[in-house]
């Protein structure tokens, strides 16, 4: 076997720039370990997005590392979101109630069409639109991976969907606790608008758990109901592309009605339902998801560039920040019907 620089840069092109992800996300979890407050996978995305500033590490990103930040992106992020199914239960959503189960639903399905509407409105290009409102309505940028799957979005594209959903999601942790006692909440219901209408999984324990455990469990269920509606928006956003393949080019490769990662993550949701997984089996399924999903951010982090952002990104910032207010107002008053 040739061990030659030249040879192992050609077989395993992806390597410098896994390895990079990975020390990322060892860096993530430092920052969340000492500032607990700051989720870790939120921590991995702006680390990303600062590396991808930096004149001296910009070569090094759209160069020697591009291909694993890539794969990082793309495939690592795709095998999180089968691992994110394990963390769902059937029995614990149903605990909720079928009011709350419905609130729930509706405030994705309104806030991703809405989401959706005002990106096309906004005139933000490409699949922007789409990728937005996947991210603000569902799980935030692992959401916003896992349709970029689908609809083949390139990293450049995606990025300002993602910066969007860790700059509001971000803000949330700090604003949504402010509001708690002048709207008259109890904990509980504190903890159900935070799972109702905060992007990520780590922005929502992050915001809820000032509340008490109690209000986080609640907030960490009702989350959970809304990744669960990941599956079937993927599902019918790849058959809107399948068709649109097949208008374009009749004999173009058409992507899967289900993709793989999509199926993946309903059978690891059943599997959790149904199979009495030992607590070590979902603890190391954990830490690999949030593993595998830092990486992934990371890479997509380096991607954006604030200076193009900045300049000409206006309209998706107020996208995104017109989304976020929506999805507040609809959870809030999802509570207090549920209440």
Known sequence: MNTTPGTTRTTLPWLPGIAAGGVA????WAIHWLVPAVPLLTAAVVLGIVVGQLPFARAAVTGSLKPGLST?????????????GLKLSLGDIAGLGWV????????????????????????????QPLLVATGFSICGASAIGAMSGVVKSKDEETATPVALV?????LAIFVLPVLWHPLGLTSL??????GAGVHD????????QIAGSAALAVAIVVKLTRVLMLAPMVAIASVVERRRNVDRDPSAKRPPIVPLFVAGF????????????PPAVLDGADAAQTALLAMALFGLGTAVRLRTLLGTGWRALAVGLLSWVLIAALALGAVWISS
């Open 25 to 28: 996300a060892l860096v993530a």
């Open 72 to 84: 990082a992106s793309k495939r690592l992020m795709r095998i999180g979101v089968v691992l994110l």
């Open 100 to 127: 709350s189960i419905l609130t729930t639903v509706l405030i994705v399905i309104v806030t991703f069409v809405g989401t959706l509407g005002l990106g096309r409105l906004f005139r933000l290009p490409g699949h």
């Open 166 to 170: 860790t700059l509001c999601g971000t």
């Open 189 to 194: 219901q504190f903890g159900h608008w935070v």
């Open 201 to 208: 999984v780590g922005q929502v324990v992050a915001t809820a």
């Open 266 to 277: 309903i059978v690891a949701m059943l599997l959790r339902s149904f199979v009495p997984l």
